[in-house]
C-alpha cells in the first residue's frame, strides 16, 4: 500500500514537473517590436554574414524601421561570434562575445540592467560582461582585461540579462571587427512599427 501511494505521487510530480514545462517552454518571450535582420538562409546569427552596404541600407532605408525625436532610426548592427577563453577553473571554452552600437542597448529596454561599473564607451576598447561570466572566465571580472587577437579589452561594467545575451561579453562592433581582422555583420537589431 505504501509503494502504491509513493508511486502515484511520484507519477502525480512528474505529470506536474512536465506541465511547468510545458508552460515555460510555450511562453510568450521577445518583443513583438523588435526585428531581426540576417543574411538569407541563415539559421542563427552565427551562420549570418551581412555586407557593412547591406547594413547600412538596412539600418537607413528600410520603411518599417521606427525613428527617433531626432529621425535617426532605431536599429543597430551587431557581430556575433564565440572565441576561446580561459576558464578561472583551467581549461578553454567558448565564449560568445556581441560587438554592438548605441542602439543595441536602448533596444533592450528595461531586461538589460547594468550592475557594476559603468557601460562601454563606443569607440574605445572597452567591454562590458555578463554577470555569469565574472565567476566563470579569465580576466572578465571588473577591471579585468580580455585579449583579442593580441588586442586588449578592458572590462568596465558588469550587466544582467535574462536571456542568453547575459552571458556574453558586449564591446563596440567596430573595435571587434578590427580586433578580429573581419568585415562582415551578423546580423541588424531593430524596432519596427
Not at 6 to 29: C, D, I, N, P, W
Request: hydrophobic share 45%; proline share 5%.
Amino acid at each position: 500500500t505504501a509503494f502504491g501511494i509513493a508511486m502515484t505521487v511520484a507519477v502525480f510530480a512528474g505529470v506536474l514537473s512536465l506541465r511547468a514545462g510545458f508552460e515555460q517552454l510555450y511562453k510568450a518571450r521577445g518583443d513583438a517590436t523588435i526585428a531581426v535582420y540576417m543574411r538569407p538562409g541563415a539559421m542563427s546569427e552565427g551562420e549570418s554574414a551581412i555586407p557593412r552596404e547591406q547594413t547600412e541600407i538596412l539600418v537607413k532605408e528600410r520603411p518599417e524601421i521606427e525613428r527617433d525625436a531626432a529621425g535617426r532610426p532605431l536599429a543597430a548592427a551587431e557581430v556575433f561570434l564565440a572565441v576561446y577563453m580561459e576558464k578561472l577553473a583551467g581549461g578553454t571554452t567558448n565564449t560568445p562575445l556581441r560587438g554592438v552600437q548605441p542602439a543595441s542597448i536602448a533596444l533592450q529596454g528595461d531586461r538589460l540592467r547594468l550592475v557594476e561599473g559603468r557601460w562601454l564607451e563606443f569607440g574605445t576598447n572597452e567591454v562590458v560582461v555578463g554577470r555569469p561570466l565574472t565567476t566563470r572566465m579569465r580576466g572578465c571580472e571588473l577591471g579585468g582585461t580580455i585579449v583579442l587577437n593580441m588586442t586588449p579589452f578592458l572590462v568596465v561594467g558588469v550587466f544582467e540579462h535574462p536571456g542568453a545575451e547575459g552571458g556574453e561579453i558586449w564591446g563596440d562592433a567596430e573595435r571587434f571587427l578590427d580586433a578580429l581582422d573581419r568585415t562582415l555583420f551578423s546580423r541588424v537589431v531593430a524596432r519596427v512599427e
